[in-house]
């Protein structure tokens, strides 16, 4: 595809970086997301996802037609839809449920899942999102931020929308396995290398902890 003149205009400010360029900007286009979840997470996200970008977004347990034409209004050029997207590039899952961490593990797809205060890129197959979720989710270093919950949340949507446009665009280096926390109080980002959980359903290596 080629960009028009008002595209260029549109992504300017990520066309001119050289990780991303043209070529990277017309992959974006191109891509398709799932974001699952809901709250106010999953709207960050899709909503970052869009102003990228990136081509057709899938939500998934976000029936809201208010965000729908919010992204709508923010870039003409994104597809979106609700439910099921076939032959999603990535899948985004916000605040999901272990069940739901559990499934999208099962499908063997790229995903990036988040919640208050982590997140755990799997975009590769070495890494299993079931088990940094359990790690994330279990520490009690992930706490309440009470009243920094909502710049919280922008935070993490943020971090993972980042991810989902370097893993489509194909930039960066490749996450490694640990999970991320981000401490409100400090504005700190840390990494937090994790084990393979024994009560993983999904990941192969399970029975071997």
């Not at 300017?12 to 979840?37: E, K």
């Not at 960050?44 to 809201?64: K, N, P, S």
């Not at 009243?147 to 930039?171: C, N, T, Y």
């Amino acid at each position: 595809m080629t960009l028009s003149d008002t595209q260029i205009d549109r992504y300017s400010r990520q066309i001119i970086l050289p990780q991303i360029g043209a070529q990277g900007q017309q992959r974006l286009l191109q891509s398709a997301v799932a974001v699952g979840g809901d709250g106010a997470l999953a709207e960050v996200v899709a909503l970052y996802l869009a102003g990228a970008g990136v081509g057709r977004i899938a939500l998934q347990g976000i029936d809201r037609e208010a965000l729908r034409a919010a992204i709508m209004d923010l870039n003409p050029d994104v597809e979106v839809r609700f439910g099921e997207l076939g032959g999603a590039d990535l899948l985004l899952l916000c605040n999901g449920t272990l069940a739901q961490i559990d499934g999208a593990a099962a499908s063997r797809r790229p995903v990036i899942a988040g919640g208050d205060g982590w997140l755990v890129v799997a975009s590769n197959a070495s890494i299993c999102v079931s088990c940094g979720a359990r790690a994330a989710i279990a520490s009690a270093a992930v706490a309440s931020t009470s009243d920094l919950d909502s710049p919280a949340r922008g935070v993490i949507g943020s971090l993972m929308a980042l991810a989902a446009v370097k893993f489509l665009v194909g930039i960066g280096d490749p996450p490694r396995h640990a999970w991320l926390r981000f401490d409100p109080p400090r504005s700190a980002l840390t990494e937090h290398p994790f084990e393979r959980a024994a009560d993983c359903p999904t990941c192969a290596n399970a029975r071997s902890v």
